[in-house]
């Protein structure tokens, strides 16, 4: 009886985490260069009953066993490319194909991020919506941006409008393995301590767009659906074990 109420426990449990991710899916879906959360599970110990104390029928000389519960596994990034959104604004800018942009945090740590929806600072510097400096590697002395005064290419170097001087290049960055990006808040990622960074050369940065978010959000409404039937389920094995232990301390009255 204990089990049952043990097993219905976990997987509630992993079900309320399976809609903690889709939730923060849904809330997302139009945020620039967001890459949705999946999660999977993982079964818990498996307990024979053979063992003194428990009646069973042993058929073929199998010995029967259960499951102890379920658990849920960390949360994988699916790094599926959201669509690219034309906005002609010189200062956006959109990865087609994988990496990341390099940006300088406050306090002066690197951290990385798909969303290209960039403006200038009072000092013509390309930042991101919470004042991170995207980082630019400059041929000289960094040099102040104007509005309209520059061009990307696609490989990510900065020229004059007229196209005559190369001013820097924006490089772009990504890390092996797909759960070594780690969200920070701000639609920002750190790379797991150890893990190997490199720069990407095959990716290509499109100037007057940005990447929307990856998620559908016909397919997380339909997740949330079968999640919640789950816990449902769940809940009520919870609950009918609740009621037969019920029955058996009445029976003893």
């Known amino acids: 009886m204990l089990s049952a109420l043990w097993n219905s426990k976990s997987g509630m449990q992993a079900m309320q985490d399976k809609m903690d991710s889709i939730s923060n899916n849904i809330a997302n879906v139009s945020t620039n260069g967001y890459k949705k959360v999946d999660m999977g599970f993982s079964d818990l110990l498996s307990e024979t009953f053979g063992r003194n104390g428990y009646p069973t029928n042993v058929n073929n000389g199998n010995t029967p066993y259960t499951g102890t519960g379920v658990k849920s596994d960390e949360w994988i990034m699916d790094n599926k ?16 194909g994988k990496g990341y942009f390099a940006v300088t945090l406050s306090d ?3 951290a990385y991020s798909r969303a290209g929806d960039f403006s200038l600072d009072a000092k013509g510097q390309l930042v991101d ?18 509005k309209d005064n ?8 900065i020229y004059t409008k007229d196209g005559n001087k190369n001013i820097g290049k924006i490089s772009l960055y990504n890390v092996v393995g797909d759960d070594s990006p780690v969200p920070i808040g701000d639609n920002l990622y750190s790379f797991k ?56 301390n009445n029976m003893k009255k």
Request: net charge negative; no cysteine.
């Open 193 to 248: 301590s150890g893990s190997q960074v490199y720069k990407v050369s095959n990716s290509s940065i499109k100037q007057g767009f940005t990447e929307m978010s990856n998620v559908d959000i016909g397919t997380e409404m339909t997740d949330l659906i079968v999640a919640q039937r789950a816990f449902q389920l769940n809940s009520k094995g919870l609950q009918t074990a609740d009621e037969m232990m019920s029955m058996i």
């Open 81 to 96: 490319q959201g669509d690219l959104n034309e906005t002609d604004v010189d200062t956006d800018l959109a990865i087609d």
């Open 150 to 157: 520059f061009k990307v290419s696609e490989d990510g170097k």
């Open 108 to 110: 002066g740590t690197t």
């Open 129 to 146: 919506g919470n004042g991170n400096r995207l980082k630019i590697d400059y041929t000289g002395n960094a040099t102040s941006l104007e």
